[in-house]
């Protein structure tokens, strides 16, 4: 089945509680840094709504993503970069162009995730870094993305890599105990209940509207920022603590 790409993309507009809007704010903060001064290739865009931050610290930035309504989205807010419609697993990029590859939020909707990872190593110079952040499948009331094909684990994730070219870590960061549902018991509850009984929303959107009927204080993603020194809110994982936080990061340079 086809999966509609706008009912899974952020958006500007969309309305964030705390907790989603800090993860926000901490992966494009992680990537505006690490291509400070470099050239970047941002793949599965999205609409872009945070390129022009990153375009701030980098060299130049190439954005792709497949879906064309988005590509016209990341265009408006990046008209000095270059964007182009592309499939993740098919990078019309020569050998050696970039310095950091970033894939935020998108690696679990790629057919073939390991592929994507020796795509980047193709497409990276010697040095050159690979960033990604996805959910953590080992957390508690993990739940699925609609149109989603595999979420990697962190070893799982090290190893593609590493076989790949790349000497690299994961990371955690949003410890369990710390998001807005540990303070609120009850919304947990709730929360874990509609996942037993599939009635979590399909659609971002949908989601959103949720999210607007329980929480309080939404704030626009537009409204993100960058944090000075992201890797200070990262965790390097072990095997024992790779089931305590919500969210992964890799991060690997290309041997």
């Known amino acids: 089945m086809t999966t509609d790409l706008r009912a899974i993309t952020e958006t500007g507009g969309m309305r964030a509680d705390a907790d989603q809007l800090a993860m926000a704010r901490l992966r494009h903060s992680l990537v505006a840094g690490l291509?400070?001064?470099?050239?970047?290739?941002?793949v599965a865009c999205g609409s872009g709504y945070a390129l022009p931050l990153i375009a701030r610290e980098a060299r130049s930035v190439t954005a792709c993503d497949r879906d064309p309504t988005n590509?016209?989205?990341a265009?408006?807010?990046?008209?000095?970069?270059?964007?182009?419609?592309?499939?993740?697993?098919?990078?019309?990029?020569?050998?050696a162009s970039f310095d950091v590859v970033a894939c935020l939020e998108a690696i679990y909707y790629l057919p073939d995730w390991p592929g994507f990872v020796r795509g980047a190593g193709r497409v990276?110079?010697?040095?050159?870094?690979?960033?990604?952040?996805?959910?953590?499948?080992?957390?508690?009331?993990?739940?699925?993305?609609?149109?989603?094909?595999?979420?990697?684990g962190a070893a799982e994730m090290v190893e593609a890599a590493d076989g790949a070219g790349f000497d690299?870590?994961?990371?955690g960061a949003?410890?369990?105990?710390?998001?807005?549902?540990?303070?609120?018991?009850?919304?947990?509850a709730l929360r874990r209940a509609a996942v037993r009984l599939h009635l979590i929303p399909q659609s971002l959107g949908g989601r959103a509207l949720l999210k607007r009927l329980l929480y309080r204080n939404l704030t626009p993603l537009s409204q993100v920022d960058l944090l000075p020194d992201p890797f200070e809110h990262l965790v390097k994982l072990t095997q024992d603590t790779s089931g305590d936080f919500a969210m992964l990061y890799y991060v690997g340079d290309k041997r």
């Open 168 to 171: 690299g870590v994961c990371y």
């Open 35 to 42: 291509a400070r001064g470099r050239d970047l290739l941002d």
């Open 75 to 95: 265009r408006a807010v990046l008209p000095s970069g270059s964007c182009c419609l592309s499939d993740a697993g098919h990078l019309p990029f020569r050998d």
């Open 124 to 152: 990276l110079r010697p040095g050159g870094t690979l960033v990604t952040s996805w959910p953590n499948p080992a957390r508690p009331a993990f739940h699925r993305s609609p149109g989603s094909t595999a979420y990697p």
């Open 174 to 188: 949003f410890p369990i105990d710390t998001l807005a549902t540990a303070h609120r018991p009850g919304l947990d």
């Open 71 to 73: 590509i016209g989205e």
